[in-house]
């Protein structure tokens, strides 16, 4: 079969201008150019696979044919170390039994108190009429839910606060290699440099007294350090001081910027929708009636879920996903040759109108199960798909129902900006994050 090849492009630079300044609109074009599209990203060939079929042929039947790889990885490696998110399908072929047990649904009754209680807390301090940075509000919700259900057995406020400032350093650190793909300024002892490496020492120290305590003491916090510390794989063996070290810092990473940018799309949607705000907060009240959401009341809460898929549908913050190829492979008729970066785009497929009826239009009553059923299930790709999973997906699907009802539930959450100006780097997000807040 002939090969789609995107024609343009600047030399030396192929289309990597393209990919920069209108992303969105970018993944669309290769998307209907083909299932299979060559562009060039500065010199290197590059691969955009659409359709569910295809995307599920690199995600999971020829699964053994990929790995991660790719600049942001590469740049990452040293914040990241051999964490899950980053790594390589051997390590991660090692270390994802590990890592499972933490992320149990059986475990989630647990996390969803620290979330709710989290949650509330933000909320406690917001005042009726005033103006925030909302973005701000959902990152430390996000990061506190986090290091509280990480470290549960750390009682002293002081440690965990101080992991929370720490992760964040770290987290913009990431986000900053993904922008300035460059390696050698990274390594100049420029202040964020300087500001990472003190960041690191410190989230070592207060890491390594947890794990050092938690060995000692043997006891299940009921959180997700104590599970990831006692797991064993068949041989059984644990994870080493170090492994514990990088998957830290990987679920920090990969589990607060996007649950928080989550938060801040939901606000956009239910602002531009006030029949849908108006139902879920009929829901709410009904299911809640003013009270702290538990674990048992999720289920109850039909729409507010259905509310919450959509958001991860047309929302999708991991926008675009990379693997590359590790043999020559073929995909659709076409070799990919061993080596060049294969990309899928989780928000092509969600704005496909062959995937979804009227894809833009934000429609929660399309998860209803009798409409839901027609849809091809790799063409929901919010978490990705196979062995790579985000494993923190019912965490983060939790985590977003306990937030939507806590904020929303009681909050009328109005952006300053009517257009939220949608950007897509590291990921999907808008431009405008200041809101208003008024209690109902
Ligand atoms: C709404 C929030 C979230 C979204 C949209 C999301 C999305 C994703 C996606 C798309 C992947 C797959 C990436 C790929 O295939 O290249 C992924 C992987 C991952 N996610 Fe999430 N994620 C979210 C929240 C979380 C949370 C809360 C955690 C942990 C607490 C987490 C931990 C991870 C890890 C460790 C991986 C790597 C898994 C592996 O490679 O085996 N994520 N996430």
Redesign the pocket.
């Known amino acids: 079969m002939s090969i789609n090849v995107l024609p343009g492009g600047l030399p030396l630079l192929g289309h990597a201008m393209d990919l920069l300044r209108r992303p969105l609109s970018f993944v669309e074009q290769l998307r209907d150019t083909g299932g299979v599209v060559r562009f060039n990203l500065g010199p290197r060939p590059s691969y955009l696979i659409s359709t569910p079929d295809l995307v599920k042929e690199v995600?999971i039947s020829k699964s053994h044919c990929f790995d991660?790889g790719g600049p942001l990885f590469k740049q990452s490696k040293p914040l990241l170390g051999n964490?899950?998110?980053?790594?390589d399908r051997e390590q991660?072929r090692r270390?994802?039994p590990l890592?499972n047990p933490a992320?149990h649904h059986s475990r989630m009754a647990r996390y969803t108190e620290v979330m709710s209680q989290v949650s509330r807390e933000i909320a406690d301090g917001w005042t009726d009429g005033s103006t925030v940075d909302f973005d701000d509000q959902m990152n430390i919700a996000?990061m506190d839910a986090?290091t509280r259900?990480?470290f549960a057995g750390v009682s002293d406020t002081e440690t965990a606060a101080e992991v929370r400032t720490v992760m964040q350093v770290i987290v913009n650190g990431v986000g900053r290699r993904a922008f300035i793909p460059i390696s050698f300024v990274h390594k100049l002892p420029l202040p964020p440099k300087l500001r990472e490496d003190a960041a690191m020492r410190k989230l070592h120290t207060v890491v390594d007294g947890v794990i050092a305590s938690y060995r000692q003491g043997g006891v299940d916090h009921g959180d997700?350090m104590s599970m990831m510390i006692m797991a064993q794989d068949d041989a059984g063996n644990g994870m080493t001081d170090t492994q514990l070290h990088d998957?830290v810092r990987?679920?920090?990473?990969?589990?607060?910027e996007?649950?928080a940018?989550?938060m801040l799309w939901m606000a956009y949607a239910l602002h531009q929708h006030p029949d849908i705000r108006a139902r879920m907060q009929e829901e709410l009240d009904l299911v809640l009636a003013g009270r702290r959401i538990d674990y048992e009341d999720i289920p109850k809460l039909e729409y507010t879920s259905r509310v919450v898929q959509e958001a991860?549908r047309r929302y999708?913050?991991?926008w675009l996903?990379?693997?590359y190829a590790t043999v020559d492979v073929e995909i659709d008729g076409v070799t990919i040759p061993a080596g060049s970066d294969v990309m899928f785009s989780?928000y092509a497929e969600h704005m496909d109108p062959r995937n979804f009826d009227d894809p833009f239009a934000f429609d929660p009553d399309r998860w209803l199960p009798s409409r839901a059923r027609a849809m091809h299930r790799q063409a929901f790709?919010?978490?990705?798909?196979?062995?790579?999973?985000?494993?923190?997906?019912s965490?983060?699907?939790t985590?977003?129902m306990i937030m939507v009802a806590t904020f929303f539930g009681s909050w009328t959450i109005t952006p300053v900006h009517e257009d939220p100006e949608p950007t897509a780097s590291t990921t999907y997000r808008p431009r405008h994050t200041h809101f208003t807040l008024r209690r109902r």
């Open positions: 995600l991660k964490g899950l998110v980053g790594c991660a270390s994802r890592m992320f996000t986090l259900c990480l997700l998957e990987s679920i920090m990473v990969a589990g607060t996007t649950s940018t989550m991860l999708p913050v991991a996903l990379t693997r989780p790709l919010p978490f990705g798909a196979g062995v790579r999973k985000c494993v923190g997906e965490f983060a699907f985590e977003m």
